[in-house]
């Protein structure tokens, strides 16, 4: 058996403990911020209190370059009210959508920072577009923490583990706590389809590997998204469904599909797909861990903007 399926038998058998012993399940809230169509979550373990953050966002209004901490502040009440200690600030990847909202999280309420350790390819990347200089480390020691596939944590009493699920980008991470899976930007909801694959390190095929990856794990695990536009002819956001729902009716990756299908499907689509709207601060913010680029002389940030280099 390789690693790779050591790893997705060992988040299946978790899964399985999960689903047979209600103390091996999660309680999960997610806050939905329609100005960015992101879910974050709090995963908490009900015989401890202990929780994990996952895919914070930090209110950033582009027009102005002001930042404010809205969205953050409602996970705060949250967290504060239910008395939860967090001890992990997860991000699945690097987002291209939204800044993230972790060293604010932090300070106010502890946990370590995490991502998947190929952050370091995309900071590489970046490093170079944005010109960041020596100064900017591309190691990853911006963050506390880079998990490996298959490496296992814990929440409170509550198995964890990482999957690598590259294709959006190389770093994405599945991460799989008790019965649920929070799946970054893999897959979105069944009447929607799958994430883009042509950021800079981005692969429609991979993409497909590691969406295959996660529906080979039982039927019943709940995922979790990270996103969601509300496909049309549905009223009502939506982040939650199943594996099972997800091979029976995703549109651009239910069973039958084959990968040549989806890399061409894929590959045409994201053609047409304008750039995101924040992509420029959020991936210039969120390679350092979510914290804003040094100050200059006057005390003040600043982000770049390269021309006609995308």
Not at 57 to 68: C, E, F, I, K, M
Not at 157 to 166: D, F, K, S, T, Y
Request: proline share 5%; net charge negative; with cysteine.
């Amino acid at each position: 058996m390789t690693t790779t399926d050591q790893a997705l038998a060992a988040a299946a058998a978790q899964i399985e403990r999960a689903r047979a012993d209600t103390a091996r399940r999660p309680t999960i809230a997610g806050f939905f911020d329609e100005a960015t169509n992101t879910i974050s979550y709090v995963v908490h373990d009900p015989a401890t209190d202990e929780a994990a953050i996952i895919d914070s966002v930090l209110d950033y209004a582009p027009n102005s370059g002001r930042t404010s901490y809205g969205s953050a502040d409602l996970i705060v009440e949250y967290v504060q009210k239910h008395d939860l200690k967090v001890t992990w600030l997860i991000e699945t990847h690097a987002h291209a959508d939204h800044i993230s909202a972790a060293p604010y999280l932090q300070e106010k309420l502890g946990g370590k920072l995490a991502i998947g350790k190929d952050i370091v390819r995309v900071q590489d990347v970046f490093g170079k577009l944005f010109n960041a200089g020596t100064e900017f480390q591309r190691d990853g020691s911006q963050f506390d923490h880079l998990f490996t596939d298959g490496e296992t944590f814990k929440v409170g009493e509550m198995e964890g583990i990482a999957l690598h699920v590259p294709g959006h980008t190389p770093a994405d991470m599945a991460f799989i706590i008790g019965d649920a899976a929070f799946v970054g930007d893999t897959i979105f909801m069944p009447d929607f389809g799958t994430a883009r694959a042509d950021f800079p390190g981005g692969d429609a095929r991979q993409l497909f590997q590691s969406i295959r990856r996660l529906l080979s794990l039982p039927d019943d695990t709940r995922l979790f998204l990270c996103h969601d536009y509300k496909a049309p002819g549905r009223d009502e956001y939506a982040w939650e469904t199943t594996v099972k729902q997800q091979r029976e009716e995703n549109v651009h990756v239910k069973d039958g599909v084959t990968e040549d299908e989806f890399v061409e499907m894929r590959t045409t689509r994201d053609k047409t797909l304008d750039m995101p709207t924040l992509i420029m601060p959020s991936v210039q913010v969120n390679i350092r861990g979510g914290r804003l680029p040094d100050p200059e002389a006057n005390g003040v940030s600043y982000i770049k903007i390269p021309i006609n280099a995308v």
